[in-house]
């Protein structure tokens, strides 16, 4: 089987960029072990991230076909094109720089303010059980659309975690979170549904999104395109 | 150029053990830097599955001499009891640090903590998520640390620590990403790097970066290292990717099996007596499988959905319906850097913590759910320790910089053509052979010869910008010398 692998090297003259295909004589592998036969064996130049090939560590997503996916949890299959995450900078071929996104976490305070332990029943857990089992594969901020035009905007994991934090019993802040996903946040985001289709975790960035928008209004926020709609200021010629 | 920093506490890996270290050694008042070859949440911690052991109600029967009781029996009495008592009794307190911070932990229908049974002992005693435990407190702690503003650096490498006197400086790592040397001098260092079950390369549930390469650099400058031939196999590996099908598989009810549909072994011994059993069935011809079909498609949707997902994929068969193929395989190393009851190594300053050290609580078989709790327990303590130590020492800048890139460009100026990766490969299927569940001093010493019969090597790519080829062939050059260490710690206890 062959795929074609993009490949980036900020000394490569003239194009930075080249897009290289692999003759891979493997049975039935993984995106990662086709990658690393590659390294391996034909060309140890080939770079890319890796960890725990079950998925749990979030080192290993690129784009299979511009759609993301962990190598180490898809089936190759022939004529793939395999490119690195979008919206974060290559460092070389599949390796991009995830510090970037990382600084959306801090910028939500995306953790509980204060240390407490209160007694959760198992609906408790429930209802943040999903939103925790992410692994910061950088899955969503790639597929995300509205990065593509803001690069402020904050992006699903972290408005996912943050949707976590509130509903976690033992947040006691809830206002002060919800305050900081009113700009560049969850009034940014066009409910595309990118970032569910492509998580590898099954969380619905989408949908916690919503519910952070139904929390604000309780807050008093509310939708700003809505709120442009009715300004019965200074009529606009 | 190359930069040097200088911080209080420098602790090198990112992992539980790390975070936690940092977070603790902060909370003492220390300036801390935490350095890593990847990012924080991509450490093993992320593939602990089964749970985190601590007693916390009496009402189930259970106790914390009977936790005690059951860590050194599985330990084939190499433990330390009161190293194995300050782990245990602090259980309590680790999870409730756990539970305040904002981990997600699975509740019962009273509100509590829910606890299930992992294997060598009788009592429902692992906390857990899911099969997400070290997953949720790992991502948990990262929060954390971007809260208390703990200071990172990002894929850097470590190279070489600085030792003199027998005092810890500091440490030299790579930057990964721009192929520098970086200096960073501390006041006190902590190694939370991780252990080197990777080096076991094909037959590992480890990331094939566990490499232990903090162990390797101590043992070149003499730090005193134990138990180094102790490697955990783990009964239930996938059979062609060997890919961690968790203990609590069989803590829930999983048999063991084989082609014939027979048992035999007590799947709930302690994991090396059911790993010896599989490995004679494998030798005597037999293929051996985990038997899950009996719990029932939403059973295993509820507890085990990684356990379903990663067969399906690697094997290719649906555990509701079919037979899993298991093998045992290298999955952890109770060895490593020895360690006081402060964590401190025999150099003074050099903390180890977590899977890297050898704390003597795990012994010759560690205990399922007692390395997630080792990591909170002690790490806790080898931040405080590493903060007080900090405080009464003052910097020592003795720069080797000059020494590390001299050794890092003869890398580069290799023009050889032979393939490491390959050296690399067979490396793993030795050990796992020669030096794996069953030992005997002919097949170490081939292993031995093997190592020191390589040819010499380098590396092809010779871009400085992210080469991780660099990377994987320092890393390969440390397993080598583990491998040595651990054929001929290994004999020395042949009898």
């Known amino acids: 089987m062959k795929i074609k692998v993009q490949r980036y090297c900020t000394h490569r003259k003239p194009n930075p960029v080249v897009e290289v295909e692999y003759e891979i004589p493997l049975k039935e592998p993984t995106l990662l072990e086709a990658l690393s036969y590659i390294k391996t064996n034909i060309d140890q130049t080939l770079t890319y991230s890796s960890g725990c090939r079950s998925e749990v560590c979030g080192s290993c997503a690129v784009r299979v076909n511009d759609k993301e996916r962990l190598s180490c949890g898809y089936k190759l299959q022939d004529g793939d094109v395999i490119t690195p995450l979008s919206k974060l900078s290559v460092i070389k071929d599949l390796v991009v720089e995830a510090d970037v996104s990382f600084m959306t976490l801090v910028r939500t305070r995306a953790f509980l303010e204060k240390d407490r332990v209160v007694k959760q029943s198992v609906e408790d857990e429930k209802l943040i059980e999903r939103q925790s089992d992410c692994i910061l594969c950088n899955s969503c901020f790639s597929s995300c659309p509205v990065l593509e035009v803001n690069k402020e905007f904050l992006g699903p994991f972290a408005l996912t975690r943050v949707y976590r934090y509130v509903s976690d019993k033992r947040c006691e802040d809830e206002k002060q979170k919800i305050d900081l996903v009113q700009q560049n946040g969850i009034w940014d985001c066009t409910l595309c549904g990118e970032c569910t289709a492509v998580c590898p975790q099954g969380i619905d960035p989408k949908m916690d999104i919503m519910n952070l928008r139904s929390k604000s209004t309780k807050y008093g926020y509310m939708d700003p395109s809505f709120a442009g709609g009715l300004d019965f200021g200074a009529p606009s010629f | ?495």
Not at chain 2, 71 to 97: H, N, Q, Y
Not at chain 2, 453 to 474: A, H, Q
Not at chain 2, 479 to 492: D, F, P, T, V, Y
Request: charged share 25%; proline share 2%.
């Open chain 2, 1 to 495: 150029m190359e930069k040097s920093i200088k911080v209080d506490t420098l602790v090198i890996g990112s992992g539980g053990a790390g975070l936690i270290t940092a977070l603790w050694a902060k909370k003492s008042g220390s300036k801390v830097l935490v350095v890593s070859e990847s990012y924080p949440t991509r450490s093993q911690t992320s593939m602990a599955q089964g749970g985190i052991n601590a007693v916390l109600y009496d009402s189930l029967g259970d106790s914390i001499e009977k936790h005690i009781e059951d860590t050194l029996r599985a330990s084939r009495g190499f433990a330390d009891e009161s190293m194995v008592k300050m782990m245990c009794e602090s259980a309590p307190k680790a999870i409730e640090w756990l539970d305040s911070i904002g981990v997600v932990f699975s509740r019962d229908k009273e509100g509590n903590i829910a606890q299930r049974k992992l294997g060598g002992t009788k009592y429902n005693r692992a906390c857990y998520s899911q099969d997400y435990t070290g997953l949720k407190i790992l991502q948990t702690l990262f929060d954390n640390s971007l809260k208390e503003e703990i200071d990172f650096l990002h894929e850097h490498y470590l190279v070489e620590l600085i030792i003199e006197d027998n005092i810890a400086m500091g440490a030299i790592f790579l930057d990964i990403r721009s192929g520098e040397l970086k200096e960073v001098f501390a006041k006190s260092v902590v190694l939370a790097t991780g252990g080197y079950g990777g080096i076991y390369h094909s037959h590992t549930t480890n990331s094939y970066s566990s490499t232990g390469d903090a162990i390797a650099i101590c043992l070149k400058h003499r730090v005193k290292t134990s138990n180094l031939d102790f490697i955990q196999f783990h009964p239930t590996g996938l059979k062609k990717s060997s890919v961690l099908i968790s203990e609590s598989a069989r803590g829930a009810g999983g048999k063991l099996l084989n082609q014939n549909g027979e048992r035999f072994v007590d799947e709930l011994l302690p994991r090396d007596e059911v790993s010896l059993a599989i490995w004679e069935q494998i030798e005597s011809g037999n293929d051996v499988f985990l038997d899950i079909r009996h719990l029932g498609e939403e059973f295993i949707d509820e507890n085990l959905p990684q356990e379903r997902k990663l067969a399906k994929l690697y094997e290719g068969v649906d555990p509701v319906s079919e037979l899993i193929p298991i093998k045992p395989v290298a999955h952890y190393s109770m060895g490593g850097v020895s360690v006081d009851e402060n964590l401190m190594s025999s150099v003074k300053g050099l903390f180890a913590v977590g899977e890297c050290s050898d704390a003597r609580v795990h012994g010759a078989n560690r205990l399922g759910g007692n390395s997630l709790l080792e990591i909170v327990a002690f790490g806790m303590i080898a931040g405080e320790k590493s903060a007080i130590f900090a405080k009464d020492s003052s910097f020592k800048e003795y720069s080797k910089v000059d020494e590390v890139r001299r050794y890092i460009e003869e890398i580069f100026e290799y023009e050889g053509s032979e393939n490491f990766y390959q050296k690399r490969d067979e490396l793993g299927e030795k050990l796992y052979y020669k030096a794996g569940i069953k030992r005997d001093k002919q097949n170490l010493l081939s292993l031995v010869e093997f190592v020191e019969n390589l040819p010499k090597m380098g590396i092809i790519d010779k871009s400085r910008t992210y080469n991780n080829t660099l990377v994987e062939f320092l890393k390969f050059e440390n397993s080598l010398l583990l491998a040595k260490e651990i054929a001929n710690s290994a004999m020395g206890r042949l009898s």
